[in-house]
């Protein structure tokens, strides 16, 4: 058995990558550190016990950033690239397509959380891997998900979402209800996304943080918010 971990990221580059962020802190120093937390998110899947079996992909966005990618990723990630501009297609079509491969579960996760913790992901995995259909769901602090875990590509539950929204995971739920779906949630984490979220990543990182503990090293994002803090302090 092999689960495929695929995060979902637009390959950062100047100008495309963080647009809220960027706007704060610039357009470079918001693509170096999308970057890092590629990199992170990267880790907490290769941290994932061998033995577990699971294989790491960058979803990626556009055609033609391949190599950026590659750079950034472990050597052992496999590539997909995002099919369609809306999101529940991108989410739809990868999950197909890790099927259609042969891996016996799909779990998705956002690339803005450079230090969710690995042991969510090892529990989203032993869940899907429970007998029967079932779906696993990390909601996130602003009412999305930061991951999706699912066994079988179920339509329903990407159409007609509004993405974007605090909606979003709430309706999740109540679609896989819909269709008799069982649901396993995941603690809470959160994106970086904004100066917000971002100050929250430095309380983590410091040690400060009331709401987010025992969250992964994260350590490409820790030595760049390190050598970058006097540009970017809140």
């Known amino acids: 058995m092999s689960a495929a971990i695929g995060i979902i990221r637009k390959a950062p580059q100047p100008g495309r990558s963080k647009t809220r962020l960027a706007t704060a802190i610039g357009e470079v120093a918001a693509s170096e550190l999308s970057a890092c937390f590629l990199r992170d998110v990267a880790a907490a899947i290769e941290a994932v016990p061998e033995a577990l079996g699971r294989r790491g992909y960058g979803v990626y966005a556009p055609a033609g950033a391949e190599h950026i990618m590659h750079q950034l990723l472990p050597a052992g990630f496999g590539l997909l690239l995002q099919t369609g501009d809306d999101l529940g297609y991108v989410l739809l079509g990868a999950m197909r397509a890790f099927l259609h491969a ?14 969710l913790p690995t042991r969510f992901l090892v529990q989203a995995v032993e869940a899907l891997r429970e007998p029967g259909d079932r779906m696993v769901v990390g ?22 979402i509004a993405w974007g929204t605090e909606t979003v995971a709430r309706a999740t739920c109540e679609r896989a209800a819909e269709i008799g779906l069982a649901t396993t949630l995941l603690p809470e984490w959160y994106d970086v996304d904004d100066m917000q979220t971002l100050r929250w990543l430095q309380d983590e990182l410091a040690g400060d943080s009331t709401r987010f503990r025992a969250g992964g090293f994260a350590p490409a994002s820790r030595t760049f918010l390190n050598a970058a803090a006097p540009q970017i302090s809140p």
Do not use: E
Not at 102 to 115: A, E, M, Q, R
Not at 143 to 149: F, N, Q, R, S, W
């Open 102 to 115: 042969g891996h016996d579960g799909v779990l998705l996760v956002n690339g803005d959380s450079p230090t």
């Open 139 to 160: 909601p996130a602090s602003d009412g999305g998900y930061y991951l999706i875990g699912l066994k079988r590509p179920h339509q329903h539950l990407f159409t007609q």
